[in-house]
């Protein structure tokens, strides 16, 4: 993809290799893929240049017009084309928004998909559910996959929200077409509010990726209950103690008590083992006591620990660290940097 990366109209990757055709879902897609590669290879930064490049050039290419929605791509003379606002244009650039928030931490990568998802999930509906511009009652063609890919980019930034804002209208839309748009057999049709239609390939998927977004509000991943879970921590500022973390108190807090340094840890015992694959540090109002560098250890006797199931360092108030599923009991997460900033934890949660 990077091959096809030149100067027409900027920059931005081409369509095809038989033109120059700057359009939103082929730099979208570029987008999403090379901020997730960098999430995914310890100690990339070629993959994460070429993300930031890739946004830099799509914020400022025309694409995104006045109402905030994403139109095809560009013409000859690289203005915005004025063509149809699919909805998979608007989904997709959710989802490597999100991504490359996680690579960077910048928080206002999610101010923008916010906006964004604002202006699809209200121009783009009709009746409260989503519609395609322009929506027949084909399921063969590219476009019967549209609002699925759309979906799977909105249930993306969804689930990275604390506040999981669009996960009504995902519910909504997967409960209309599961009453109105599904056969005895569960095959599904184009029109997720209900009407005539086919069934077939494209509008399953579409399906599929709908369901699974409304399911899982928070990225496919079950958010634990933290009832009988307990906390402890190398050092305690206080009153700060460590259960304060797990008490879902907005105005309570864990701290350190001194400057944050390496060594320093937290240990969370979640009362059972389980499959463990994320967990956030939220220092809430303190927001500039997150972790300037952390590992994560897992354990299921407290004891015996391993090796670290991820490193990283924040950028924010807010920490996820995601970490290939593991069964584990115990959760420790040990500071690596250093900053005059106490370490301090307003919410731990981890997500099964």
Not at 162 to 178: E, F, I, R
Request: aromatic share 10%.
């Amino acid at each position: 993809m990077y091959a096809n990366w030149n100067g027409t109209c900027g920059g931005g990757v081409r369509w095809n290799t038989n033109g120059n055709y700057k359009n939103a879902v082929t730099n979208e897609l570029f987008l999403q893929l090379t901020a997730a590669l960098h999430n995914r290879i310890p100690g990339d930064t070629a993959y994460l240049q070429r993300a930031r490049d890739e946004w830099n050039w799509f914020r400022n290419s025309g694409m995104v017009n006045t109402d905030h929605l994403v139109n095809d791509g560009l013409n000859d003379a690289c203005a915005n084309n004025g063509q149809p606002t699919w909805t998979y244009n608007q989904g997709v650039i959710l989802g490597g928004l999100t991504e490359l928030y996680r690579a960077t931490g910048d928080a206002t990568l999610l101010t923008t998909a916010r906006t964004l998802a604002d202006a699809s999930t209200t121009r783009l509906t009709s009746g409260g559910v989503l519609r395609e511009p322009g929506e027949d009652d084909s399921c063969t063609s590219d476009g019967a996959s549209f609002k699925g890919a759309y979906a799977r980019g909105l249930g993306r930034l969804n689930a990275q929200l604390p506040d999981h804002p669009y996960a009504p209208a995902l519910t909504t839309w997967a409960n209309s077409a599961y009453a109105k748009d599904r056969n005895p057999l569960d095959q599904y049709g184009p029109h997720w509010a209900g009407g005539p239609g086919s069934t077939d390939y494209g509008c399953q998927q579409s399906a599929l990726d709908l369901l699974n977004a409304a399911g899982g509000g928070t990225g496919g991943l079950a958010l634990l209950p933290r009832t009988g879970w307990s906390a402890s921590a190398s050092a305690t500022g206080g009153g700060d103690v460590a259960a304060n973390m797990l008490d879902g108190v907005a105005g309570s807090r864990w701290s350190s008590g001194t400057p944050m340094a390496p060594g320093q840890s937290v240990t969370v015992d979640t009362g059972a083992v389980r499959p463990l694959a994320r967990i956030t540090m939220d220092s809430g109002g303190s927001a500039n006591d997150y972790a300037r560098g952390y590992q994560v250890f897992l354990s299921t006797d407290g004891a015996s620990w391993g090796s670290a199931v991820a490193t990283g360092s924040g950028t924010g108030a807010l920490v996820t660290v995601d970490f290939p599923a593991r069964s584990a009991r115990y959760v420790k997460v040990v500071q690596t940097g250093t900053s005059t900033s106490w370490w301090s934890i307003t919410e731990f949660n981890a997500y099964s």
